[in-house]
């Protein structure tokens, strides 16, 4: 099969190339860099000649709520219309486990349109939403650094590893479209606050991890349960400690 | 390397100078390649420099492509290949071939230059089939050699030999040596190659720039915008489709089919109307990017628009689709058959289109509105000419035929009485399929409440109907309207400043706005001005009719501007007059024949308020019976044979003036039921009209019958005599007033012998006397016309006889008065009469004896007789 991978030079983008090609299938790994560009429309009639399957990845370079939003939708639109075009048999994107939820948070809505435009459009689809990714504790553990100390909250947070998320959504590219959403996560659940105590412990990291009890993400107000499946979800193979061990590994 | 360890002394001098010139030729070709700018001469420049050193065949350079981990030929150096003549060549030097095979991994991974016999990998399932190719030329050996570029591979130097061994150490420490600069010149080479092809973009945009903006027509735009394709795309057609006035179609506007010749296709793309949302355009439109798609599969898609069937049947696979869109409103689609996408250069030509398009349909709308204007003024000045209604009609007709290619249904205008609306003006022709009901509508009586007038009335620019919905709601009119097989039907108010004077229907698919207020406009003039026109002529015609008047009662009248006498009894008569006169009380004159009474009627109308206008005079004695009631109330046209114009009565010609209804005893019965009520209403209906107008006239009315009889004996109304004797005057017989003849005499020999142009100086005593004796039945008139004759009769400047006719009939009144009296009584006063009449002359020429036939003597003696002294006749 031709599969384009919209963002193939991303995190989870190099990793599903990899995993496609691995597999045998001619993939193009499109990206800016790579002469393809969902937003002016670059190279991207071209790309989808012939494409079986598109998995987007893409994401927005800027976190500003406005810029987010445009760029979903302008990225959405412009994919599908292309794929429209090109008769492609396959649309499967990215989501954010709990995104309808959390719809007072931009990037949620912004990821929220996404998936609309992608219902509506008619090309057979699937929505893969993960949860947060393994690879994100530094960052969230950097942004809540107050001094000495990490100030997190309690919500319930269940993290996957990258190449977990590669996996299966290298799986369900070359899969039937679902013409729905599948849930993915990783194999452990935490409290945010514990999974990245146990990371800074690991990281001979100083720092002091301090639960707050505020429900907090991206600074939005969000529920407990909002970032963690709700029901049936495939579930990860890799745990913190395997991940980590994986970390050290590639370092 | 157990080459170089082995390297002897004796050797070591020379291989010190090789080295030398190696380096020396590497620093040289170092210099040479950074200025290298276009990528043939770099390879062969390289090529030609290391040949100088070390022998191999060819050399080519390949790209890596990273979105698909493939790489490709980016340097060829054909001229030295030996397998250029391979039938796979053209196809090889444009392959795409996998990173993900044992050969390329193996030139990957490797740090310095690796070499192979191609005999022993090109065999491999998954190696590349260039290596076999060149194998079946000659080449035994490739030296593979990695280009890098900050750290990540970008692509190889592939080397070739058909000598085995020829890739010495030497050979590969000056390839690894060279390869940095050389990947650097590749990286510049692109980069340039990127650059170069930005600035033709721009160049061709600025070029597309230029032609456009001088570009005025749809023609200039279609040449400009097929120029800037054929140089992207030389064999492409391209159609540039515009969204129609209705925003639900899209026609072509301009394009460039050369796939096909055929005039019925073509004609068929150029007519078509395609629906916007027909699934294909609807995408182009809504997509902010150019969308490529496939004849084929859009058919299969189901998408049924015609256009899509004559594209495959012309042969065309793939079409780009590009929105022509200016700010926030799209204009139209550019679709192009080309096969690949250079977004920022089809999206520059089409803003720059989308401009233009904008452009060109302003002008187009400009010239629409002058040329719009440009009738409107020829309409104008066809207006300007127009006075009749036939002329305004074929001005209306002729533009609305030329200019909005419509006709007219009806034009109302507001009567008067500003409520009934008459039709007056329409075009049946539009009609045409149904006659009838048209013929119904007409007759159907239109007032300014009628709900659809009403509305158009009270509108500012008038309103349309769209008779599809009417019909639903039932209006009566729109099964007229839908059979003109019409879409609209407009209505507007025609107005003359701020006053409605009627309403214009017109029945079209589409009317331009502008075109309609303008013609509305002028319309309304036009039909002020005729309705001006009419009531003109009306005018005219009345002052021609008050004209004869004037001419014929100066001709027939006296010369009232004095009345001669001033006998007691005339006394009595100024006395009333001046009582009378200034009020608007009706004056019923009384008198006999030839006593003055219409005399007396103009001096109480000139001594009245109303003087300033024309009494208006009616002799009922003088018209027939059947006309005598239009004569006094008017016509409509019409209303009877014969009537063929509308006639104003003499009521209304009176109007704020007096009517003098002359013999008004004589007035036929119906004629005074009608009269009466205009006296008691004060208004009146023409006949045949159906309106009342309102009239302020003073009426004097004049007879010599004795109307109190006429009552009695049923052939004059007694309430009209009721109503007429307000203020009765009675006019002294000539009789009466012996004393006021001879002024009179006077008074008439001076006018007609001034008429005559005789002079007469005197008038006889003689003459006078016999004026005196007689009766005068035919009063002052009688006297008058003697006079008249008799001047006529003498011959010099004395008026010595008077023609007074003999066998006077005796008044009938006189008569009665006798009847009751014995003979001797009636002799006795009828001698005494004649007597005084005659002055008291008994015998002699003007005398009683004469007047009595009888000799002097017997007239003595019967006075004596009888008893009759001096005193009775000078009493």
């Given at each position: 099969?031709?599969?384009?991978?919209?963002?193939g030079s991303?995190l989870?983008?190099t990793k599903?190339?990899?995993?496609?090609r691995?597999?045998?299938?001619?993939?193009?790994?499109?990206?800016?860099?790579?002469g393809i560009?969902?937003?002016?429309?670059?190279g991207?009639?071209?790309?989808?000649s012939?494409?079986?399957?598109?998995?987007d990845l893409?994401?927005?370079?800027s976190?500003?709520?406005?810029?987010?939003m445009d760029?979903f939708?302008t990225s959405?639109?412009?994919l599908l219309?292309a794929e429209?075009?090109?008769?492609?048999?396959?649309?499967?994107?990215?989501s954010?486990?709990?995104?309808?939820?959390?719809?007072n948070i931009g990037?949620?809505r912004?990821?929220?349109?996404?998936?609309?435009?992608?219902?509506?459009s008619?090309?057979p689809?699937?929505?893969?939403?993960?949860?947060?990714?393994?690879?994100?504790?530094?960052?969230?553990?950097?942004?809540?650094?107050?001094?000495?100390e990490?100030h997190?909250?309690?919500?319930?947070?269940q993290?996957?590893?990258a190449?977990d998320?590669?996996a299966?959504?290298?799986?369900?590219?070359?899969a039937?479209?679902?013409?729905?959403?599948?849930?993915?996560a990783g194999?452990?659940?935490f409290?945010?606050?514990e999974?990245?105590?146990?990371?800074?412990?690991h990281?001979?990291?100083?720092r002091?991890?301090?639960p707050n009890?505020k429900?907090?993400?991206?600074?939005?107000e969000i529920s407990h349960?909002?970032?963690v499946?709700?029901?049936q979800a495939?579930?990860?193979?890799i745990?913190f400690e395997?991940w980590?061990?994986?970390?050290l590994?590639?370092? | 390397?157990?080459r170089?360890?082995?390297i002897?002394?004796g050797?070591s001098?020379?291989s010190?100078?090789?080295f030398?010139?190696?380096?020396r030729?590497?620093?040289?070709?170092?210099?040479d390649?950074?200025?290298?700018r276009?990528?043939?001469?770099?390879?062969?420049?390289f090529?030609?420099r290391i040949?100088?050193l070390?022998?191999?065949?060819?050399?080519?350079?390949?790209?890596?492509?990273?979105?698909?981990?493939t790489y490709?030929p980016f340097l060829?150096?054909?001229?030295s290949?030996?397998?250029?003549?391979?039938?796979q060549?053209?196809?090889?030097?444009?392959?795409?071939?996998?990173?993900?095979?044992?050969f390329i991994?193996?030139?990957?991974?490797a740090e310095?230059?690796?070499?192979?016999?191609l005999?022993?990998?090109m065999d491999q399932p998954?190696?590349?089939?260039?290596?076999?190719?060149?194998?079946?030329?000659?080449?035994?050996?490739?030296?593979?050699?990695?280009?890098?570029?900050?750290g990540?591979p970008?692509?190889?130097?592939h080397?070739?030999?058909?000598?085995?061994?020829?890739?010495s150490?030497?050979?590969?420490?000056?390839i690894?040596?060279?390869?940095?600069?050389l990947?650097?010149?590749?990286s510049n080479?692109?980069?340039?190659?990127?650059?170069?092809?930005?600035?033709q973009e721009?160049?061709?945009?600025?070029?597309?720039?230029?032609?456009?903006?001088?570009?005025r027509?749809?023609?200039e735009?279609?040449?400009?915008?097929?120029?800037v394709?054929?140089k992207?795309?030389?064999?492409g057609?391209?159609?540039i489709?515009r969204?129609?006035?209705?925003?639900?179609?899209?026609?072509?506007y301009?394009y460039?089919?050369?796939?096909?010749?055929?005039?019925?296709?073509i004609?068929a793309?150029?007519q078509?109307?395609y629906?916007?949302?027909?699934g294909?355009q609807?995408?182009?439109?809504?997509?902010a990017?150019?969308?490529?798609?496939?004849v084929?599969?859009?058919?299969?898609?189901g998408?049924?628009?015609?256009?899509l069937?004559?594209?495959?049947?012309?042969?065309?696979?793939?079409i780009?689709?590009?929105?022509?869109?200016?700010?926030?409103?799209?204009?139209?689609?550019?679709?192009?058959d080309i096969?690949?996408?250079?977004?920022q250069?089809?999206?520059g030509?089409?803003?720059?289109?989308?401009i233009a398009l904008?452009?060109?349909?302003?002008?187009e709308?400009?010239h629409?509105k002058?040329?719009e204007q440009?009738f409107l003024?020829d309409f104008s000045s066809d207006?300007?000419?127009?006075?009749?209604?036939?002329?305004?009609?074929?001005?209306i007709?002729?533009?609305?035929?030329?200019?909005m290619?419509?006709?007219?249904?009806?034009i109302?205008?507001?009567?008067?009485?500003g409520y009934n609306?008459?039709?007056?003006?329409y075009?049946?022709?539009?009609?045409e399929r149904?006659?009838?009901?048209f013929?119904?509508?007409?007759?159907?009586?239109v007032t300014?409440?009628?709900?659809?007038?009403?509305?158009?009335l009270?509108?500012?620019?008038?309103?349309v109907f769209?008779i599809?919905?009417e019909l639903?709601s039932?209006n009566?009119?729109?099964?007229?309207?839908?059979?003109?097989?019409?879409?609209?039907?407009?209505?507007?108010?025609l107005?003359?400043?701020n006053?409605?004077?009627?309403?214009?229907?017109l029945l079209a698919?589409r009317?331009?706005?502008?075109?309609?207020k303008?013609?509305?406009?002028?319309?309304?003039?036009?039909?002020?001005?005729?309705?001006?026109?009419?009531?003109?002529?009306?005018?005219?015609k009345?002052?021609?009719v008050e004209?004869?008047?004037?001419?014929?009662q100066?001709?027939?009248?006296?010369?009232?501007?004095e009345i001669i006498g001033?006998g007691q009894?005339?006394?009595?008569?100024?006395?009333?007059?001046?009582l009378?006169?200034?009020?608007?009380t009706?004056?019923?004159?009384l008198?006999?024949t030839?006593?003055g009474?219409?005399?007396?009627?103009?001096?109480?109308h000139?001594a009245s308020?109303?003087k300033?206008k024309?009494?208006?005079?009616?002799?009922c004695?003088?018209?027939?019976?059947?006309l005598?009631e239009?004569?006094?109330f008017?016509?409509?046209?019409g209303?009877?044979t014969?009537?063929?114009?509308?006639r104003?009565?003499?009521?209304e010609?009176?109007?704020?003036s007096?009517?003098?209804l002359?013999?008004?005893g004589?007035?036929?019965p119906?004629a005074q039921?009608k009269?009466?009520r205009?006296i008691?209403?004060?208004?009146?209906?023409?006949?045949g009209?159906?309106q009342?107008?309102?009239?302020?006239v003073?009426l004097?009315?004049?007879?010599n019958r004795?109307?109190?009889?006429?009552v009695?004996?049923?052939?004059?109304?007694?309430d009209?005599?009721?109503?007429?004797?307000?203020?009765?005057i009675s006019?002294?017989?000539l009789?009466?007033r012996?004393?006021d003849i001879?002024?009179?005499?006077?008074f008439f020999?001076?006018?007609?012998?001034?008429?005559?142009g005789?002079?007469i100086r005197?008038v006889?005593p003689k003459?006078?006397q016999q004026?005196?004796?007689?009766?005068?039945?035919?009063?002052v008139?009688?006297?008058e016309?003697l006079?008249?004759?008799?001047?006529l009769?003498?011959?010099?400047?004395?008026?010595?006889?008077?023609?007074?006719?003999?066998n006077?009939?005796t008044?009938?009144?006189?008569?009665?008065?006798?009847?009751?009296?014995?003979?001797?009584?009636?002799?006795?006063?009828?001698?005494?009469?004649?007597?005084r009449?005659c002055?008291?002359?008994?015998?002699?020429?003007?005398?009683a004896?004469?007047?009595l036939k009888?000799?002097?003597?017997?007239l003595h003696?019967?006075?004596?007789k009888?008893?009759?002294t001096k005193?009775?006749?000078?009493g």
């Open positions: 099969m031709k599969i384009v991978v919209i963002g991303g989870i983008g599903v190339v990899a995993h496609l691995q597999a045998g299938h001619q993939v193009i790994a499109a990206s800016p860099a790579t560009n969902t937003i002016t429309g670059d991207l009639a071209e790309a989808m012939d494409t079986d399957v598109v998995v893409a994401n927005s370079p976190w500003e709520d406005q810029a987010v760029f939708q959405g639109r412009n219309a429209i075009n090109a008769g492609v048999k396959h649309h499967v994107a990215l954010i486990v709990g995104v309808d939820i959390m719809q990037y949620m912004a990821k929220k349109a996404q998936e609309d435009l992608i219902r509506q008619g090309v689809y699937t929505i893969i939403r993960s949860t947060q990714f393994l690879e994100f504790l530094k960052g969230i553990a950097d942004q809540a650094t107050d001094g000495n990490v997190l909250s309690d919500v319930r947070f993290p996957i590893a190449d998320v590669a299966f959504v290298a799986k369900y590219a070359v039937a479209p679902l013409n729905g959403k599948v849930e993915i194999p452990e659940r409290a945010m606050y999974v990245v105590a146990q990371y800074l412990r990281a001979n990291d100083p002091k991890v301090v009890g429900p907090l993400y991206y600074g939005g349960a909002a970032l499946p709700v029901g495939e579930l990860g193979t745990n395997k980590w061990s994986n970390q590994q590639k370092a | 390397m157990k170089v360890k082995d002897d002394p050797l001098v020379r010190l100078a090789a030398e010139q190696e380096r030729i590497l620093s040289d070709l170092g210099n390649i950074t200025g290298v276009d990528k043939n001469d770099l390879i062969i420049l090529s030609k040949k100088s070390f022998y191999f065949t060819h050399t080519i350079v390949t790209l890596i492509d990273a979105k698909d981990e490709t060829l150096d054909h001229e290949s030996p397998i250029r003549s391979h039938a060549y053209p196809e090889l030097i444009k392959a795409h071939f996998s990173l993900n095979e044992p991994r193996a030139a990957l991974r310095e230059p690796i070499s192979f016999l005999e022993d990998i998954q190696s590349p089939s260039f290596l076999r190719a060149n194998y079946e030329a000659g080449v035994k050996e490739i030296l593979m050699t990695r280009l890098m570029k900050e990540k970008m692509g190889f130097i080397i070739y030999s058909d000598k085995p061994n020829s890739f150490i030497e050979f590969r420490n000056v690894k040596g060279i390869a940095p600069q990947s650097g010149a590749v080479i692109i980069k340039n190659e990127e650059i170069l092809k930005k600035e721009k160049s061709l945009l600025l070029d597309f720039s230029n032609d456009i903006a001088t570009g027509t749809k023609e735009l279609a040449f400009a915008v097929r120029a394709l054929k992207i795309n030389p064999p057609g391209f159609v489709r969204i129609n006035e209705d925003n639900t179609t899209m026609s072509p301009a460039d089919l050369t796939k096909t010749h055929d005039p019925k296709v004609n793309l150029e078509a109307r629906p916007i949302n027909d294909l609807d995408r182009v439109l809504n997509s990017i150019p969308l490529l798609f496939n084929d599969r859009e058919i299969q898609r998408i049924t628009s015609s256009y069937q004559h594209w495959k049947t012309m042969g065309f696979k793939e780009v689709g590009i929105r022509l869109r200016n700010g926030e409103t799209n204009h139209g689609i550019l679709f192009l096969q690949e996408i250079n977004v250069l089809l999206q030509i089409c803003s720059q289109i989308s904008a452009n060109i349909m302003a002008n709308q400009i629409k002058q040329e440009a003024l207006i300007a000419q127009v006075r009749t209604k036939a002329d305004l009609q074929a001005a007709f002729r533009v609305l035929d030329k200019t290619h419509t006709q007219l249904s009806m109302r205008t507001i009567d008067e009485d609306m008459s039709p007056f003006m075009d049946e022709t539009l009609f149904a006659k009838k009901h013929a119904e509508l007409l007759a159907h009586r300014v409440d009628e709900i659809y007038t009403a509305d158009v009270t509108s500012e620019d008038g309103l769209n599809e919905e639903k039932g009566s009119y729109a099964r007229l309207w839908e059979t003109t097989g019409l879409k609209n039907v407009y209505g507007l108010p107005r003359v400043g006053k409605n004077i009627g309403t214009i229907w698919d009317l331009s706005k502008l075109m309609l303008g013609i509305c406009a002028q319309i309304s003039i036009a039909i002020a001005n005729i309705q001006a026109n009419e009531k003109l002529l009306a005018y005219k009345q002052l021609e004209n004869d008047y004037l001419k014929e100066i001709k027939t009248i006296y010369n009232f501007s001033n009894q005339m006394q009595k008569v100024y006395r009333l007059m001046s009378v006169a200034g009020s608007n009706t004056v019923l004159i008198g006999e030839g006593t009474k219409e005399l007396i009627a103009r001096a109480i000139n308020l109303r300033d024309l009494m208006v005079k009616v002799n004695a003088a018209l027939p019976a059947n005598i239009s004569e006094l008017g016509h409509e046209r209303s009877f014969g009537a063929i114009d509308r104003i009565g003499k009521f010609l009176a109007n704020n007096t009517l003098f002359d013999e008004v004589e007035l036929p119906e039921a009269l009466l205009v008691q209403e004060r208004e009146l209906e023409r006949l009209g159906k009342t107008i309102k009239v302020d003073r004097i009315a004049a007879t004795n109307l109190e009889e006429e009695k004996a049923g052939r004059f109304r007694a009209l005599y009721f109503r007429l004797n307000v203020f009765p006019l002294p017989s009789r009466e012996p004393e001879e002024p009179l005499t006077h020999v001076k006018k007609y012998g001034r008429n005559t005789r002079k005197k006889a003459v006078i004026l005196l004796s007689y009766t005068w039945p035919g009063n008139r009688e006297l016309h006079i008249e004759r008799s001047i009769l003498t011959p010099d400047d004395i008026l010595r006889d008077v023609y007074i006719p003999e006077t009939a008044d009938k009144q006189d008569l009665t008065h006798l009847l009751n009296h014995s003979l001797e009584e009636v002799e006795r006063s009828y001698i005494i009469e004649i007597l009449r002055s008291g002359k008994i015998s002699g020429p003007g005398s004896a004469e007047i009888i000799p002097g003597n017997t003696s019967k006075l004596k009888l008893g009759i005193k009775d006749y000078f």
